[in-house]
């Protein structure tokens, strides 16, 4: 199989780029180790729903009014959102568990959410893509750099195969890219080193969602918010659906991974007495959980990334490669972007960036373009 550009990734770069690619008139492939597309993006509803087709953001969930991307692509798609909850006083657990709710002050004021969750983004731009391009469960195993072209050995379910492309546009997390891929010939220390200390954003991260009947922490007052210096969560938001059907909350795990690997029963148990304890005991009996530990994802995190990020890291574009891989293969994903790395928007920003990148580039024919 041969394209003109290949991409790693069916996450939100990937996909954005897929599109802005397919608009320019650039043959590409895109592969995605997963049987799924989104990557760190997924919305699901809860196991025992039933009628209530709502879904609940286990990757990121919101987006912010100064992140012009995002808010232009949302248009192009025709996708609605809504401004999450807000209103009503934060909550702060001590260590000693003491609890207080009288803080009249809002974390997330402005923070947007996405009507039917993010999955709902995914959704769309797959849509606008032929079907035959997307290629779901093949893994890349290695790239081989040829005179004219860069030869990558795809692992798919019980064969092997190999795709040939001008350019190759790694659209998946620096550090996974650097522990997954092998490059032929190999890349420069240097280089390998700064991709390799990129912090993967999501992959020390676990998140608990808690879905009621309804939002009773908004007639009682409360915003959603909570801090907690106790845990399980250390942190948590309003995630109820802009559908009204019912209310959910959502926290961040505060266990660290060597502590919390093959524990999920007992944090998530853990997880709703502690809602109980910051918002009543209306919370102890949610009528459905959802549980997401990105730490064990392999598609997402490695051995590095066991130290969850408490604050947010530097991020930015990688600097040139060198031969042969300069103008060659080009990195895009959220932890890439130059002004919004680890956001959704920076995701789409480093779209934006190897968008340029690759057209310009000698690897891809301008005839290429608008054909």
């Known amino acids: 199989m041969q394209a003109d550009v290949l991409i790693i990734g069916g996450g939100l770069s990937g996909l954005r780029l897929a599109q802005l690619l397919s608009v320019a008139g650039i043959d590409f492939r895109l ?117 004219c072209r860069i030869e990558a050995r795809i692992e798919t379910p019980g064969e092997h195969e190999t795709i040939s492309a001008r350019a190759v546009v790694i659209a998946v997390p620096p550090r996974l890219a650097m522990e997954s891929i092998t490059f032929t010939p190999r890349m420069d220390p240097r280089f390998a080193r700064i991709l390799s200390s990129t912090p993967t954003w999501m992959a020390g991260q676990a998140k608990f969602v808690a879905v009621y009947d309804r939002p009773f922490w908004q007639a009682n007052g409360l915003s959603g918010d909570a801090f907690s210096r106790l845990g399980p969560l250390f942190e948590v938001h309003d995630a109820s659906p802009a559908s009204g ?73 990688t600097p040139p490669l060198d031969a042969p891989w300069r103008d060659r293969v080009f990195f895009a994903s959220s932890e890439t972007g130059r002004q919004y790395g680890g956001y959704l928007e920076g995701a789409l920003e480093a779209a934006d960036h190897v968008l340029g990148e690759v057209i310009s580039a000698s690897a891809v024919p301008k005839k290429a373009v608008g054909r």
């Open 245 to 317: 059907r019912a209310g959910a909350l959502f926290g961040f795990v505060g266990v660290p991974v060597e502590k919390r690997r093959g524990y999920d029963d007992a944090i998530i148990n853990a997880s709703i007495a502690q809602m109980a304890q910051l918002f009543g005991e209306e919370a102890e009996v949610p009528r459905g959980v959802l549980f997401r530990d990105w730490s064990s994802d392999r598609f997402t995190a490695t051995a590095s990334d066991g130290v969850g990020n408490l604050t947010h890291p530097s991020y930015g574009p």
């Open 31 to 147: 592969i995605e180790a997963r049987n799924r597309l989104g990557g760190r993006i997924l919305s699901l509803p809860t196991p025992d729903g039933g009628d209530n087709d709502d879904r609940y953001d286990l990757g990121p969930a919101w987006f912010w009014p100064d992140q012009p991307r995002i808010h232009r692509l949302l248009n192009e798609l025709d996708l609605a959102w809504f401004e999450r909850m807000s209103s009503g006083n934060l909550v702060v657990q001590e260590q000693s568990g003491e609890v207080r709710n009288n803080f009249p002050f809002s974390t997330m004021a402005g923070a947007r959410r996405l009507v039917g969750g993010m999955q709902t983004l995914i959704e769309a731009l797959a849509q606008r893509l032929e079907s035959s391009r997307l290629l779901l469960g093949q893994r890349l195993q290695s790239l081989e750099a040829g005179d």
